[in-house]
Nanobody, 122 residues
Framework: QVQLVESGGGAVQTGGSLRVSCAAS????????MGWLRQAPGKEREFVAA????????DYADSVKGRFTIFRDSDKTTVYLQMNSLKPEDTAVYYC???????????????WGQGTQVTVSS
């Protein structure tokens, strides 16, 4: 099984930016699509963004389109989520996930990390 470790969370003001990272290891992770989910207190976990194994295709939740960007390193083992123009409603624990195939169109993930807290004031 793969190991996913998130980092880079923190507290920012409305309109600020933050980049969270996900370091993945084990079982040829470069062959798999990756993504980010988030969960706010009292709410269910929701989809944020996904990227194909090659990095050539991406998908975003409507709530973050135009503000967030998902990308991965050339070695495909580290995935990032660049968050700009942050809003209080973006406050949540952000989780990195690995999908079961090279495309996120598979629709299901089989591994996830411990999460990193993002807090946006105002």
């Amino acid at each position: 099984q793969v190991q996913l470790v998130e980092s880079g969370g923190g507290a920012v003001q409305t309109g600020g930016s933050l980049r969270v990272s996900c370091a993945a290891s084990g079982r040829t992770v470069s062959f798999y699509a990756m993504g980010w989910l988030r969960q706010a207190p009292g709410k269910e976990r929701e989809f944020v963004a996904a990227i194909s194994a090659s990095g050539g295709s991406t998908d975003y939740a409507d709530s973050v389109k135009g503000r967030f960007t998902i990308f991965r390193d050339s070695d495909k083992t580290t995935v990032y989520l660049q968050m700009n123009s942050l809003k209080p409603e973006d406050t949540a624990v952000y989780y990195c996930v690995k999908y079961s195939g090279s495309s996120y169109l598979v629709g299901r993930y089989d591994s996830w990390g411990q999460g990193t807290q993002v807090t946006v004031s105002s």
